[in-house]
Structures are given as structure tokens and as C-alpha cells.
């Protein structure tokens, strides 16, 4: 089956650092979504990304979708303690349904102020 | 508006037992997806369902069942509870459940099974 894997499963940082956290799916995807999860919380929708080699930035955070579409990266510029959460991201299933979406186990990130 | 809501928010059970969890999604959105999110992993998919209608279910046993009401509320049902059935379990709601569109989640059921 499909599969959607993260890297790293964690990062610490220091505030002000960057950070980065990559996804890589066995097949291609016909767009891709990021969620951010608080401790604590619930996943929390952040972005998708549609078409081969797109670059969405909010605020600090950069998003890219690969010119394969199997794989993405979200950059946080100057880490901040509000970044704190698990982030994930989430593609459709390869099986062809359309609407099942397969999470990758996410990138806990921690900041220290 | 209210956001995806669900109840109870934490429950405690045995195993054997049965626990039914409830959802209501935001207004306006007909499609209901629950996911299983185990500590340290992701959402795992459990079901969808559109206008009351199952469209799918992920790789769960058949002790899951949901259903979707015509206010487009929903219960997920679990039977004979495993320890391994302990996780959160999260409702998303969306317009009308494909992939494109973000899912909006609630906050979850907390579920331990002693």
C-alpha cells in the first residue's frame, strides 16, 4: 500500500533556528496537504499544494511540492516557540479513491526559547 | 461559527466493552471522515461518509462502524474494545470529502481501555 514517510521524526531547536521537515510518498500524488498539530491539540489544516514544483510561503513558513509530486519540504524560517507542534503532511491513497487521505507519522518540533 | 465538535471528549473503558463516539461537523459541510491517531503517529483513515452514505473505510476490523445522520452528524461504534483500541479518535468534516478539499478537525475523543 501507499505510503508517506516523514523525516526527521524529531527536531529541537534553538529560537531563531531554522527548520525543515521532509515528506516522500511511494507514488505520486495529485496534491499534497499540511496539517500542524499542537500538544494538546487537534491537526490543524496549513496548505495544499496542486501542481509540480509549487512554492507557497505564509509568513516564516515555506512550502514545496516536488517536480514529481512524490515528495514536499515545510521551511520555518527564525523558529519561534509558537511554532511547537507536530507537523504532518498528508496525501490522497493511491488506490484511487478520492477521498481517503493517508497522514505520514509527522515531525515533532520543539523550540527552546 | 462552531467548528467540528465531538463528545465525549475523554472516556475510559474495559476491554469487551462498546463505546459509541459522536460528531457534529461544521454547518454546511455533509462529509464526515473519523481517523485513529495512536500516540507518536499520524491520523490513520477509518471512514468517510457523504449524505449518509459510507463512501470507504480504511484497514479496521469490522468492530468499527459509524453511520452519518440527516443533519450530517455521526457516531462511530466500536465493539468488543481492545487494549490496542486506546488512541485519540478524531472527526474531520468537509464540504464534501475529496482529497482536495482541507479536512477541519475537531478535538478529538480521548479513549483508554483498561
Known amino acids: 500500500g501507499q505510503q508517506v514517510m516523514q523525516i526527521p521524526q524529531y527536531q529541537h531547536v534553538q529560537e531563531g533556528e531554522d527548520f525543515t521537515t521532509y515528506c516522500n510518498s511511494s507514488?505520486?500524488?495529485?496534491?499534497i496537504q499540511w496539517y500542524k498539530q499542537r500538544p494538546g491539540g487537534h491537526p490543524v489544516f496549513l496548505i495544499q499544494?496542486?501542481?509540480?514544483?509549487e512554492v507557497k510561503k505564509q509568513k516564516r513558513l515555506t512550502f514545496q511540492f516536488g517536480e514529481a509530486k512524490k515528495n514536499s519540504s515545510l521551511h520555518i524560517t527564525a523558529t519561534q516557540t509558537t511554532d511547537v507542534g507536530t507537523y504532518f503532511c498528508?496525501?490522497?491513497?493511491?488506490?484511487?479513491?478520492?477521498?481517503?487521505?493517508?497522514f505520514g507519522k509527522g515531525t515533532l518540533l520543539t523550540v527552546n526559547p | 461559527d462552531a467548528g467540528v465538535t465531538q463528545s465525549p471528549t475523554h472516556l475510559i473503558k474495559t476491554r469487551g466493552q462498546h463505546v459509541t463516539l459522536r460528531c457534529s461537523p461544521i454547518?454546511?459541510?455533509?462529509?464526515v471522515s473519523w481517523y485513529q491517531q495512536v500516540l507518536g503517529q499520524g491520523p490513520q483513515f477509518i471512514f468517510q461518509?457523504?449524505?449518509?452514505?459510507?463512501?470507504g473505510r480504511g484497514n479496521f476490523p469490522d468492530r468499527f462502524s459509524a453511520r452519518q445522520f440527516p443533519n450530517y452528524s455521526s457516531e462511530l461504534n466500536v465493539n468488543a474494545l481492545l487494549l490496542g483500541d486506546s488512541a485519540l479518535y478524531l472527526c474531520?468534516?468537509?464540504?464534501?470529502?475529496?482529497?482536495?478539499?482541507?479536512?477541519?478537525f475537531g478535538d478529538g475523543t480521548r479513549l483508554s481501555i483498561l
Open positions: 474531520a468534516s468537509s464540504p464534501s470529502g475529496i482529497v482536495s478539499q482541507p479536512q477541519h
Open positions: 507514488t505520486t500524488l495529485s496534491n
Open positions: 499544494l496542486v501542481k509540480s514544483g
Open positions: 498528508a496525501g490522497p491513497d493511491s488506490g484511487g479513491s478520492n477521498y481517503k487521505l493517508t
Open positions: 454547518s454546511g459541510h455533509k462529509s
Open positions: 461518509y457523504y449524505e449518509k452514505e459510507e463512501r
